[in-house]
C-alpha cells in the first residue's frame, strides 16, 4: 500500500531532481571519472551508472544535503569495480598466449633462474642479519609478519619496517649489479 498521496508528482520531482544533478554534475563527474578508468568511454559508463542510481534513490532520502559527495563516491566505487573487472579479465599482450600454452620451458630458462636466484640470494647475505632472518622467513618460508614478529620477538610494526628497507635496498643493489652488467 502506497501512503503517498500523488506517486505521480513524486515521481516528476524525482526526474527534475536528477536533470538538474545531471546538468550540474555530469561535466566534472566525467573528468574525475576518466582520471580514474583512463579511458572516456568507459568513464561514460560510470557516470551513467552513478545517475542511473541517483534515479533510483529518492531526493527525500537525505541525498540531496550532500548530493556532491554521494555523486562521487557512487562514481570512484563504480570506477573501482570496472578497474578490478578490467585487471581480472586484462587480455594478453601480443605473444603472451604462445608463452603460456608452450608445454616446455624455453631453452635456458632454469639455468637463468637458477642464476638469478643465486644472484638474489648473495645480495640477501650482504643486508644486516636482522633484515636476512625476517627477509628469509618472509619470502623464503612464507611467514605472516605477525609470526615473524612472534619468532623474532620484535614488533609487528619493526618486522614491516625491517621488510620494507631490505627490499629497497635489493632493489637498488639489484638495479646497480644490472647497471653494471651492461
Not at 566505487?77 to 616446455?104: H, P, S, T, W, Y
Not at 609478519?145 to 620494507?164: P, W
Request: glycine share 4%.
Amino acid at each position: 500500500m502506497n501512503s503517498d498521496p500523488n506517486p505521480s508528482a513524486r515521481s516528476h520531482e524525482n526526474a527534475a531532481f536528477v536533470r538538474t544533478a545531471v546538468e550540474h554534475y555530469q561535466a566534472p563527474l566525467l573528468r574525475y571519472a576518466t582520471r580514474l578508468v583512463g579511458d572516456p568511454d568507459r568513464a561514460r559508463d560510470v557516470v551513467q551508472d552513478t545517475f542511473v542510481r541517483l534515479l533510483a534513490q529518492a531526493p527525500d532520502t537525505g541525498i540531496a544535503d550532500h548530493l556532491a559527495e554521494w555523486l562521487y563516491t557512487v562514481c570512484r566505487n563504480r570506477a573501482l569495480d570496472v578497474i578490478r573487472k578490467e585487471g581480472r579479465m586484462r587480455q594478453f599482450e601480443e605473444g603472451a598466449v604462445e608463452r603460456v600454452v608452450a608445454a616446455e620451458p624455453r631453452p635456458g630458462a632454469a639455468l637463468e633462474f637458477a642464476e638469478t636466484q643465486n644472484a638474489v640470494l648473495h645480495l640477501i647475505d650482504r643486508l644486516p642479519r636482522t633484515q636476512q632472518e625476517v627477509v628469509r622467513l618472509k619470502f623464503q618460508n612464507g611467514f605472516s609478519y605477525k609470526e615473524i614478529s612472534r619468532i623474532t620477538a620484535l614488533s609487528v610494526g619493526n618486522v614491516g619496517f625491517l621488510i620494507h628497507t631490505a627490499v629497497q635496498t635489493l632493489r637498488r643493489e639489484w638495479a646497480a649489479q644490472a647497471h653494471g652488467a651492461e
